[in-house]
């Protein structure tokens, strides 16, 4: 009769799995090379700038706040690598200092929301603004594509015979780095606690602070990371780089069913729905439908995203209203919640 | 019958309640509550926290529904559905917290769900303020009806919800705690207010904790104890002590004693002239190993407040606090639990526990650190944590992976303690450990705390349930107003000495 926290989300990652399997075939019956697998490792490059990103924002979700400036830290991070590039820095050197700036413009975003308890939606979009305009002020109007060949290497190169991107394998790194740190650690456990509840949490010796600055200086981090993917993919730099692909993570991160709310979801389900939506894109692509119709298309999926927890229990009410009411309060709960 | 004292003529009352029962769930809130309320008269309620007052007022005003009896109105029986329709019928009342629109106007404030219509039905906005002014004076308060409710002191939320009482043709007019947030002079404005709205035929039912006010104010006085009516009598037959031995007069049958007197070891925990400004003033005290110190007070005196500051959830503004002899500056129950001490906060299933999660994450989540490596959770040896403990303290359960919200208050109590003694605390603080639970997983909460002691712990056990306090407590001390005003060896308390000590009034500090 007790409920069990776990039995719930291998069902939701195989919805995705279906779902990511159907937009597939929908794709292939657009184009007949839409299967080759040059095409399909190929396509996943579409999606890993933000994935990266929704890495991060999955973490930041976990606990219940929002970023939504990583976008804009993307961009303060490729001009900073195009003047490093300038200066004839070596991407050893320069890579590093852009994902500790890319920390710092996370970690700062963390202090205002976790230390001065300002409402992470609110800061996140002044920063997202601020730090817009920083890129803007440190590159210039004018795109800078002169880059050295090594800074172009992590975000263009294939290897296996040029099949797999590296950026996929960096990607694929960072997910299990991520997936590891959220579901296997103590800080990870930490995240979701202060998610739930975060009175509870703090109650019970957990730093609700340094974990939340934590979660935002990481986000930042992979945004850095992000940037440099960005230059080799590109081999371009400008103040509005990535600007408006916040939708698109956002929707990844609650599609993949981490809770708008924090507290609950998993990093195998972000990555599911980053796959999904990268299939759907690339279809769409394929089928020339475009780019706003596109966008109302994202919309409408972060939106459903918000939906799912509130209409699947609107639907075990439904058809089994009985095991709703001997689950007792933890129903009242999960749709209070939600 | 026999006239009042004041001499006045018979009357027939002008509001009955008759046989009131009313259960939340398994749970009786009331039992055959039945009491008649006069016009001219000042009629005061009291009891201890949780004797069902409020719940009576909420019946009555229609804010909750009787399951039983019924209230007779002038003679006609009437169940309010909202407390809008109860003021129609002349039936209001003010709670201890006015519930005010801070952003509105006095005015619109008063006249909130009554607003004077003017020309095409529009809002009639100088007959609004005129309304106003004239009920404000009747309180003789000179408040500017369009100043807007937000800047105002409680006192004058305290008249603006009163004039709104007023502003409907009042009968019978319920005070809820009205004074425990006004100064004394604020307090005698008031209570003469009462007076004149007694004198002109109005009901007033006054509900305080401070039995001095009763005493001064009342014409007769109904006693509630454990959710049923003990006694309404005129003022003039009860006093001080007798009303207190109404209020508290309840058996020791389903209290655990404790066990014979320990022998105490080292001081563990002392407290010297801590403060937290505007909350509680010079509180000193200490516990020794084995030793249960138990804080009586009223609701809000203050006893959460120490607790939770010796925690490091609110950071003392001066004062000292030594623990193991070492002095410490408390600043996050992290760094308290790291020192040795665990609290048990009073709203468990807000502070105490993560509902929506397992048993298992629940109780491991203080002491993850020394349950992983390298920061990575060993989840086999959590688990058995989990299970040792949830055994140890008895939780009855399928497994510990069940989520706590599908447990009962007393399982996830016991789940609560096994989380924090998981910490392995020297010292553990108790803020109403029996909240809530039912009497058999009381039972096992005071055999529980018992044994911590007798383990060596310090225990501080905040109660408001004044027979578990006296049965289980070494020593007890009282916070009344954010003071510790007495003191007494487990030998010589007593319900009403902790009672009278706890309900002093003494204005001497006010928030």
Known sequence: ?????????????????????????????????????????????????????????????????????????????????????????????????????????????????????????????????????????????????????????????????????????????????????????????????????????????????????????????????????????????????????????????????????????????VVLALFLLGTIRNGMGLANIGGPTQTVVLGSLLVAGVLRPAAAAALARLSNPARLKAAGPQGVESSGQE | MSAIESGQPIREPIMALKGIGKSFGPVKALEDVGFDVYPGCVHGLVGENGAGKSTLVKIITGLEQADEGEVILAGKSVAFRTPIEARSHGVAAVYQDPKLFPHLSVAENIAMGAYPAGWLGGLDRRRMIETARHHLARLGSDLDPRRTVAGLSVAEHQFVEIARALSADVRVLILDEPTSALTPTEAERLFAVMRALRDRGTAVIFITHRLEEIEALSDTITVLRDRRHVATLPRAEVDRAKLVQLMVGRPLETLFTRRDRPSFGAEVLRVEHLSLEGVFADVSFSVRAGEIVGMGGLVGAGRTEIAQTLFGITPPTSGDFYLKGEKVAPNSPRQMLGKGLAYLPEDRDRDGLIMPETITHNITLPILKTLSRWAVIDRAGERRVAAKASETYNVRTPSVEAIVSSLSGGNRQKVAFAKWLATEPVALILDEPTHGIDIGSKAQVHAMVSQLADRGLAVVLISSDLPELIAMSDRILVIAEGALVAEFAHDEATQEKVMLAAARQSGRRRG
């Open chain 1, 1 to 269: 009769m007790a409920a069990k926290a776990k039995r719930q989300w291998p069902f939701w990652e195989f919805t995705l799995i279906v779902a990511i399997l159907g937009a597939g075939a929908w794709s292939s019956t657009l184009s007949p090379y839409y299967l080759s697998v040059d095409q399909l490792f190929g396509s996943t490059r579409a999606f890993i700038i933000p994935g990266l990103l929704a890495l991060g924002l999955a973490v930041v979700v976990s606990l219940g706040e929002i970023d939504i400036s990583l976008a804009s830290i993307i961009a303060v991070g490729t001009v900073t690598l195009s003047k490093f590039s300038a200066a004839g820095v070596p991407l050893g050197v320069s890579a590093p200092i852009v994902v500790a700036i890319g920390a710092l413009c996370g970690a700062f975003n963390g202090l205002l929301v976790a230390k001065w308890r300002l409402p992470s939606l609110a800061v996140t979009l002044g920063t997202m603004g601020a730090y817009r305009g920083l890129a803007f002020i440190i590159g210039s109007e004018v795109g800078y594509t002169d880059f050295d060949d090594s800074y172009l290497w992590l975000g263009s190169e294939y290897i296996f015979h040029g099949i797999v991107p590296v950026s996929l394998i960096v990607f694929a790194l960072m997910a299990i780095l991520v997936w590891f740190l959220m579901h296997r650690t103590v800080y990870g456990r930490r995240c979701f606690s202060i998610g739930l509840n975060t009175d509870a949490s703090w109650f019970a010796g957990v730093d609700v602070t340094e974990t939340k600055i934590r979660a935002y200086a990481l986000a930042g981090a992979l945004a850095g990371l992000a940037a440099i993917v960005w230059i080799g993919q590109y081999g371009s730099a400008r103040g509005d780089n990535a600007d408006g692909s916040i939708l698109f993570v956002v929707t990844a991160v609650v599609l993949g069913g981490i809770d708008i709310n924090g507290g609950r979801g998993t990093i195998s389900g």
